[in-house]
């Protein structure tokens, strides 16, 4: 398995539109994703098959097909954050994981995170 910072460095390289990221900001999210070291994507999953349970699902987690829904559920259980930062990519939701980490785990706002 290749580094998690390559996924890193390449989820913030090519977003599916440049307005996912403001470029001031693009520094700030690679190195949220990378201190954090996986806990971002898992924490995101979690959130989302949570609000999924309850009958909250999110809007991207609810547009992916049961079967992307099925590998972000193993990538977790697996504990693997590259797989689910993969396929979160692959989808065309990779800005989501930028901005949930922006959200729960930028510095200035750390109170999401455990």
């Not at 001031?24 to 954090?36: A, N, P, T, V």
């Not at 989302?48 to 309850?54: K, P, Q, V």
Request: charged share 30%.
């Amino acid at each position: 398995m290749e580094p998690l910072s390559y996924y890193y460095y390449n989820v913030l390289e090519s977003l599916e539109k440049p307005c996912d990221v403001p470029a001031l900001h693009l520094q700030e999210g690679y190195d949220l994703l990378y201190r954090y070291g996986g806990r971002v994507e898992m924490d995101l999953i979690r959130r989302a098959e949570e609000a999924s349970a309850n009958g909250e699902p999110y809007h991207w987690h609810e547009a992916l097909d049961a079967e992307q829904q099925d590998k972000l559920r193993r990538a977790l259980q697996d504990e693997n954050p590259a797989k689910i930062l993969k396929v979160m990519q692959r989808n065309g939701y990779a800005g989501v994981l930028y901005h949930h980490a922006r959200e729960v785990f930028s510095p200035d706002d750390a109170q999401g995170v455990a």
